[in-house]
């Protein structure tokens, strides 16, 4: 498999909501011909990092809208300094608020020198119907970009 084939989509779930969009995700890519690389972060192997050409990075809204702070933050942190380049999307549930913590997210991204794809995907709660073919949509279309 080449390098420009393989999509991460690496995510932290509180719940089941964040796990969701990552599975329906991973279902857009694998549809567009590409060939996702579903894992939870806590199963990710920080080595392997480099072998991906575009990520997708998954978080829900935690603690007044910030990224979940024992497993996904210290994550992030460990990533970050890989990311300069590389195509990443950003998605996560929520379950208040308007997405402030999508918005500062995408920033830091950004500011890491990543490409960032569209902005980041929320949904409010567990993904209904509509919300899980927004993201299978969502995975299509960051495997094309």
Same mark, same amino acid.
């Given at each position: 498999?080449?390098?420009?084939?393989?999509? &991460?989509? #690496?995510?932290?779930?509180?719940?089941?909501?964040?796990?969701?969009?990552?599975?329906?995700?991973?279902? &857009? $890519?694998?549809?567009?011909? @590409?060939? @996702? #690389?579903?894992?939870?972060?806590?199963?990710?192997? #920080?080595?392997? $990092?480099?072998?991906?050409?575009?990520?997708?990075?998954?978080?829900? @809204?935690?603690? &007044?809208?910030?990224?979940?702070?024992?497993?996904?933050?210290?994550? /992030?942190?460990?990533?970050?300094?890989?990311?300069?380049?590389?195509? $990443?999307?950003? /998605?996560?549930?929520?379950?208040?608020?308007?997405?402030?913590?999508?918005?500062?997210?995408?920033?830091?991204?950004?500011?890491?020198?990543?490409?960032?794809?569209?902005?980041?995907?929320? #949904?409010?709660?567990?993904?209904?119907?509509?919300?899980?073919?927004?993201?299978?949509? /969502?995975?299509?279309?960051? @495997?094309?970009?």
């Amino acid at each position: 498999m080449e390098l420009v084939d393989k999509i &991460g989509v #690496i995510y932290w779930s509180y719940k089941e909501s964040t796990e969701i969009m990552a599975e329906k995700i991973s279902n &857009g $890519i694998d549809e567009a011909g @590409a060939k @996702a #690389i579903l894992v939870n972060v806590v199963d990710f192997d #920080i080595n392997t $990092i480099d072998s991906y050409y575009k990520i997708a990075l998954g978080c829900p @809204a935690m603690e &007044g809208e910030t990224l979940e702070k024992s497993q996904f933050e210290p994550f /992030f942190k460990a990533i970050s300094g890989h990311l300069n380049g590389k195509k $990443i999307a950003l /998605f996560g549930s929520h379950g208040w608020g308007e997405g402030e913590w999508m918005q500062i997210w995408e920033n830091q991204v950004k500011d890491l020198g990543a490409l960032l794809f569209d902005h980041g995907l929320t #949904i409010l709660g567990e993904p209904d119907k509509a919300g899980r073919r927004r993201c299978v949509e /969502f995975g299509k279309a960051f @495997a094309e970009f």
